[in-house]
């Protein structure tokens, strides 16, 4: 089936080109951090996770594309998402494979990461996140795939197929819980120690996934055969609207926790992040912008006259994607480290090799997306 | 003759080739064994030149000894090493191993140069340590 | 002396495996030696004779004989010399610490209260990795580079450290540093008894580990001229456990639970040893 994704037009070659292009720049940005060490980021003694795990944490939500049309279509019989399930699977296998390349990049010393395997260790939340993460990619491949290879020969898929679709359900559910248990078991960092954590992870990935699968498949109706149904549109929209709900509201509690318990440890992340501290003020901007874009989002989402228009459903998609990804993919990793174990204000700003390895990163997600998408619009196109 | 035929054959002969370019490349030179020095000052002054373990032992083992003993010595402070004959060394790369084998390029690399690895102890195991 | 070729091939692919990230242990001690080449050598390893015991090492330091700025240099060079610990300058984000000077407001983050003697407010305080006896950077490490020994001490095996640095997310006294660049240029006087590190990996105080094992005492215990003590916490007649039992002690964040085996004595209630 991969060979239809080395058919097709210019606009296609010219964005294939392109994103070739960005993974060489960002390639050889890595190479220079392989080279010279970590210290070509902005990381610090302080801030020691920087851009990298923080678009890994996010993305492990995005992947939550799959199973929230997953679980209507399969669990409830959801007809109008039969068309965008695997578009959804496949945006799940683009950004779990992300996931793995930005934690690759974060390593001092990447060579050594089959160490993970070979010493095993159970108490480390880090070796399940690794094991969960595998399983999803694989899972949401393998259904993926063979659900397109039965559907181009026009059978229906698989009983087994039905049964990994089950365990996926709940194993996506893992993936955020883990993702949230390697932050929130820490006695060091106030800001990440709280048991609601893993209900946020799941919250605003819930928001997150399919708030860009949306995005995508309005891209898609556009420059592609595939157009997407308004049902189903408007389905994946209440999705977002209720799950962007929660994870406001969630984050709203730890908030009243920290401000009306007044413990100062618990306050400082807030303090810093909505008016900086001790005079450093980095994350300012981004937090307000998260906060407005968070509200506007839900606002035009909950709204039924702005939901259903679809000119102003990709923007009220856009805020609650970009609101998450400043939430968790930008604040929520770097201000845990604010007050650093000694209670100074240490900040962190990434190089200019490091976001370049971040967008080469992301464009190799997205030229992975773009041939599964490919391969998908082929077969179906084939067959039509 | 079957379709792209000629193209195919081309395309095979090239892999063939490349295949088997470092074997071509060695055609006619001479298997010239490594011939590892052991003379430093420290083994010279040594009454019996006998390492930890025998010759065969030391060069067909020495990588999982060195496994081993960082793992006694850093996890279980077990910084002594008794061989087969009773003999007691300390663990240590620096004050053990490196004291005597302070010619890394004679001694460690002629081997590994021809088996083509490059291990990378000496980058923080001094050689030599103090000499 | 003449090496056979078959013998190279054997020796290659061992090296290659080991060479894929300091890995081979697990794999090749499983894949033990024919026996008649064991029986030859391989036998065992203990523990030195000289070395010192403890269950749980653990140290007191009398803030008070930390006087002066001197007191202070003496202590953390002595370090920096044993452990081939590399200079940034103080600025620098890639500092690499083990043990150094920290205020009172900074050591103890959380307790400063503002009434307190101005005498403690304005002591300083060598901080350095508290060896826990819960340590959460062991429990994160995903490798086990990080672990505790059976005395107590958290060790490093800097050949294991993949460099996620989960650990220094996870230690609530900052006492890990990362090496995000090649150390060994910054190291002014290499000591050649005691390894560098390579870039990539964590390092942090490791309590001396192996001088201890040599029958000596940490390196900074002996350059305090009396100022610090090192003990088994576990033995009450150890050095440390006396000064516990008379004195008033106090640790960083006692309250998260990790058990840090550092203790201070604070505000002039010094240690008369
Ligand atoms: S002080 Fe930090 S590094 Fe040291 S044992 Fe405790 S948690 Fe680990
Ligand atoms: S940086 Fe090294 S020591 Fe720290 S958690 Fe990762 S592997 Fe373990």
Request: glycine share 8%.
């Amino acid at each position: 089936m991969l060979e239809k994704a080395l058919s097709g037009g210019k606009r296609y070659w010219t964005w294939v080109v392109f994103l070739l292009l960005l993974i060489l720049a960002g390639f050889l940005a890595y190479m220079r951090q392989f080279e010279i060490g970590l210290g070509v980021t902005g990381m610090s003694r302080d801030v020691s996770w920087g851009l990298y795990i923080a678009q890994f944490t996010f993305l492990v939500g995005v992947a939550a594309s799959a199973v929230m049309v997953a679980i209507p279509f399969y669990l409830h019989d959801y007809k109008n998402f039969k068309e965008i399930v695997i578009y959804g699977e496949f945006l799940a296998v683009s950004c779990v494979v992300m996931c793995i390349l930005f934690i690759f990049v974060d390593l001092g010393q990447p060579m050594r990461i089959m160490n993970v395997i070979l010493h095993p260790t159970p108490h480390s939340m880090m070796f399940w996140d690794m094991c969960v993460l595998f399983g999803y990619l694989v899972l949401n491949f393998v259904i993926g795939w063979t659900s397109l290879g039965a559907e181009r020969k026009g059978f229906p898929h698989p009983h087994w197929v039905k049964v990994l679709t089950y365990i996926a359900i709940p194993w996506a559910v893992s993936i955020h819980t883990v993702t949230a248990f390697l932050y929130s078991g820490l006695p060091a960092r106030a800001f990440w120690l709280s048991a609601i954590m893993a209900a946020r992870f799941l919250a605003s990935a819930f928001a997150a996934g399919p708030a860009l699968l949306v995005i995508f498949l309005l891209v898609l109706r556009k420059v592609s055969s595939f157009k997407v149904g308004k049902e189903a549109l408007q389905a994946l929209a209440k999705i977002v609207a209720y799950a962007m709900i929660a994870n406001v509201f969630f984050f709203l509690l730890e908030v009243f926790t920290a401000f009306y318990s007044r413990i100062p440890e618990d306050m400082a992340a807030f303090q810093y992040l909505f008016g900086g501290l001790d005079g450093k003020h980095n994350l300012v901007p981004f937090m307000w912008t998260a906060a407005v874009l968070a509200l506007l989002g839900i606002a035009l989402l909950v709204i039924p006259r702005t939901r259903k228009n679809e000119g102003v459903l990709p923007f009220a998609m856009a805020a609650v994607f970009i609101a998450a990804w400043l939430d968790k993919g930008v604040n929520l990793i770097l201000a845990g480290f604010v007050p650093n174990p000694f209670g100074q204000v240490i900040q962190y700003a990434p190089t200019a090799t490091e976001l370049m390895i971040v967008v080469g990163v992301y464009a190799i997600g997205l030229l992975i997306l773009t041939v599964l998408y490919k391969v998908v619009l082929g077969v179906r196109e084939e067959r039509a | 003759m079957i379709y792209g035929g000629k193209k195919i054959f081309a395309g095979l002969f090239i892999f063939v080739v490349l295949l088997i370019s470092p074997f071509l490349a060695n055609i006619g030179k001479a298997d010239a064994q490594p011939n590892p020095s052991l003379n430093t000052p420290t083994i010279d002054a040594l009454a019996a030149k006998q390492c930890v373990g025998s010759a065969q032992f030391m060069r067909t083992y020495h990588m999982q000894l060195l496994n081993e003993w960082r793992d006694q010595a850093l996890r279980h402070g077990e910084y002594t090493y008794v061989n087969s004959q009773g003999q007691k060394f300390t663990i240590s790369l620096e004050n053990t191993c490196l004291k005597c084998h302070s010619n890394e390029q004679q001694f460690c690399n002629t081997c590994h140069t021809y088996v083509g690895v490059t291990p990378y102890c000496w980058e923080c195991h001094q050689k030599g340590a103090t000499q | 002396m003449k090496i056979e070729r078959r013998e190279f091939l054997k020796l290659g692919a061992a090296v290659a495996v080991g060479l894929g990230g300091g890995m081979t242990l697990d794999v090749l001690t499983k894949a033990k030696p024919a026996a008649a080449e064991t029986t030859t050598d391989a036998v065992g390893t203990k523990v030195s004779s000289k070395a010192l015991h403890a269950k749980r090492w653990a140290m007191v330091i009398d803030a008070s004989k930390f006087k002066t700025e001197a007191d202070f240099r003496r202590v953390e060079e002595a370090c920096v010399k044993a452990h081939n610990i590399p200079d940034f300058g103080p600025d620098s984000k890639h500092q690499i610490k083990w043990t150094w000077e920290e205020p009172f407001t900074r050591t103890f983050y959380g307790v400063d209260d503002p009434y307190l003697p101005e005498a403690i407010k304005k002591e300083n305080f060598p901080v350095m990795c508290n060896h826990c006896e819960n340590p959460p950077c062991v429990r994160v490490c995903p490798t086990q580079a990080t672990f505790k020994r059976p005395d107590g001490i958290v060790g490093m095996d800097y050949h294991r450290c993949i460099g996620c640095r989960f650990c220094m997310a996870a230690c609530p006294f900052g006492a890990r540093s990362f090496n995000f660049v090649d150390p060994r240029p910054h190291i002014k006087d290499i000591n050649p008894d005691f390894p560098t590190r390579t870039k990539g990996v964590v390092e942090k105080c490791n309590f001396c580990m192996e001088r201890l094992d040599q029958g000596l005492m940490p390196v900074c215990v002996e350059a305090s001229n009396g100022a610090m003590f090192f003990g088994d916490l576990d033995d009450p007649t150890s050095d440390v456990r006396k000064i516990l039992d008379t004195h008033y002690a106090i640790r960083r964040k006692p309250e998260l639970g990790t058990g840090p085996s550092v203790f201070y004595l604070v505000g002039g209630g010094g240690a008369g040893a």
